[in-house]
Every structure is written in structure tokens, then in C-alpha cells.
């Protein structure tokens, strides 16, 4: 079902205050009322006029809502927060730092930190893939993206980045330490399910994925990119994307920050098909962090 498109007037009416926010992350969290850990019970809580808390009406217990979340001890208002987050989610590209911070009037450190903050919660760890899946690996950073075999030695290390792809459903991409086997595998057999039919080119590191109970299909580059339907070109297709960012928005990426980067890039791939529920594919992380 395609859902309409949430406006800066849903956001408005939903979130007129930060009581308002407040309220949606206690119902988000707590769907059934709120359980008091010293009462031992789901009680009443009332909320406390000056701070971002609730209290139990017996014993007096403090509950945070914004615990484990990204705006835990934040002093920018929840407002804010959830405006960026519709910021972010409202355009099929995204926008940068900069606008955000034109848009919300904070400064540019402040828009920087929640928009580094927001890319993170785009992070999935949670729905494994399934059906048909390609698995590549690919080098970020120095002054170009490059291909494996085409490491310079004299430029800076890069980043490797591997992506796994289910073709017609979700991507997952994962800053990793290296292209070896050790650090390929227990990232598909963590986001993969077993059994997939798993794609890939013919780096040996993948050669044992058939051992881990996953089918394994490769592609000679060399000789063809596809072949019946043996290839990697949505996955070639989101590098590409993640490629033209880096160089023509932000030239290098600091490798701590290369994993939150990257989620973006396949949190838009994976909310393709329906970009008008992103605000809300958005708002069911919020404690993920
Ligand atoms: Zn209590």
C-alpha cells in the first residue's frame, strides 16, 4: 500500500510542541502504559513540568523516554529533532548539514552532530536478508573509490566498505576492517539468512559461503557482468550512488564516520519503492542507537 506523503503540516499538527514529541516516543515505547520498576506494575505516570521525564504517581519513580535514543541529553529541543528527522526523509536525496542547519537555525556544529546522529539511527540490523542477495566489497577514501586490484600503494589505506543487496527488497552497507574472508563472512551469515542465493564477482574471499549453507553463484568480471541472471549490478548501482556523494559533496569522509555515512545510502536504497513512508521508517528507529 502506498501511503501519502507526510507534510511539513502532518508534522506541525503531530508535533506542535515537545510535550507533543514527548508523548509519541512514551506511546512509541510504551504502547501499553508505562511498567514502574518499584511498583512493579504498569501505573499511571504524569510528566514533569521541568524536564524531559515522567514520574510514577505512587512512588514517584523517574522514567526518561529519550533514554537510549539520540536526543538523551540533548539541548535542543525535540522540536528540532523531529523536524530534522522530517527534513531528511522528505526528499528523495536527502540534504546536507548546511541546509539543515539554514533550516532549523542552529548552528552549523549543532546541525552537523544531529544530522551525524539521525544517519545513525538509519543503521538496520534487525530484518536479515532473504531470496536473492549480492554481496560486493568496495574501497572508499584517498582521492578516488576504487576497485580492489586497482590499489595505488602510494595514496592513503582505504576503507572498505561490502554491501549486501536482497534484489527487490532491502540493502545493508558495513564499514569493515578489511576484504578478507574473516571479515567478509560473519557479516552475511550476521544479515543473511541461510539458504539465500548469494551473488557475487569472483573474489576468493567469498568461496566458502557454500559451506555456511548459502548458495553461491559468481560472476567473472573479466569475461562478462551477466550472465543469465548471475550478476551484481544493484549493488554496483548503490556504490555508484555512494561514489558520486562522497565525490562531489564531501570529497573525504573520516573513517569514524564512514558507517553512519554509508547508512543513509542504503537506508534510501532500502525505502526506494515508498519514499513518502520514510519519515516514519525513520521515527520506528529512533532508539536504535
Ligand atoms: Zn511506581
Not at 504498569?42 to 510514577?56: D, E, F, L
Amino acid at each position: 500500500m502506498k501511503l501519502n506523503k507526510y507534510t511539513i503540516r502532518d508534522l506541525q499538527r503531530d508535533f506542535p510542541n515537545d510535550k507533543a514529541c514527548l508523548d509519541w516516543l512514551i506511546k512509541y515505547f510504551y504502547p501499553n502504559g508505562i511498567y514502574c520498576k518499584n511498583c512493579k506494575r504498569i501505573t499511571k505516570h504524569h510528566p514533569i513540568k521541568s524536564r524531559p521525564s515522567y514520574s510514577c504517581d505512587i512512588c514517584g519513580n523517574h522514567v526518561h523516554p529519550t533514554a537510549n535514543t539520540i536526543f538523551h541529553k540533548s539541548t535542543t529541543p525535540l522540536t528540532l529533532w523531529f523536524y530534522a528527522i522530517y527534513l531528511m526523509t522528505a526528499t528523495r536525496a536527502g540534504i546536507s548539514a548546511k541546509q539543515l542547519e539554514r533550516e532549523l537555525g542552529v548552528t552549523y556544529k549543532t546541525a552537523w552532530r544531529m544530522f551525524h546522529q539521525i544517519r545513525k539511527m538509519m543503521y538496520d540490523d534487525k530484518t536479515p536478508l532473504g531470496g536473492e542477495v549480492e554481496v560486493d566489497e568496495t574501497y572508499v577514501g584517498g582521492k578516488a573509490l576504487n576497485r580492489r586490484y586497482a590499489a595505488n600503494f602510494n595514496e592513503k589505506p582505504k576503507e572498505v566498505v561490502m554491501g549486501m543487496v536482497e534484489r527487490g527488497g532491502q540493502a545493508k552497507v558495513r564499514h569493515v576492517i578489511s576484504s578478507g574472508t574473516r571479515s567478509l563472512l560473519p557479516q552475511i551469515t550476521k544479515n543473511v539468512k541461510i539458504g539465500a542465493q548469494i551473488y557475487t564477482d569472483q573474489w576468493p574471499a567469498y568461496d566458502t559461503l557454500p559451506k555456511l549453507g548459502f548458495s553461491h553463484k559468481s560472476i567473472n568480471h573479466l569475461e562478462a557482468y551477466v550472465h543469465n541472471n548471475v550478476h551484481t549490478q544493484n549493488i554496483e548501482n548503490l556504490w555508484s550512488h555512494i561514489k558520486r556523494g562522497i565525490m562531489g559533496v564531501y570529497r573525504h569522509v573520516d573513517p569514524k564516520y564512514l558507517q553512519a555515512y554509508v547508512n543513509e545510502y542504503a537506508f534510501r536504497y532500502s525505502q526506494r519503492n515508498n519514499p513518502q513512508a520514510m519519515f516514519w521508517a525513520l521515527m520506528e528507529r529512533v532508539q536504535k542507537v
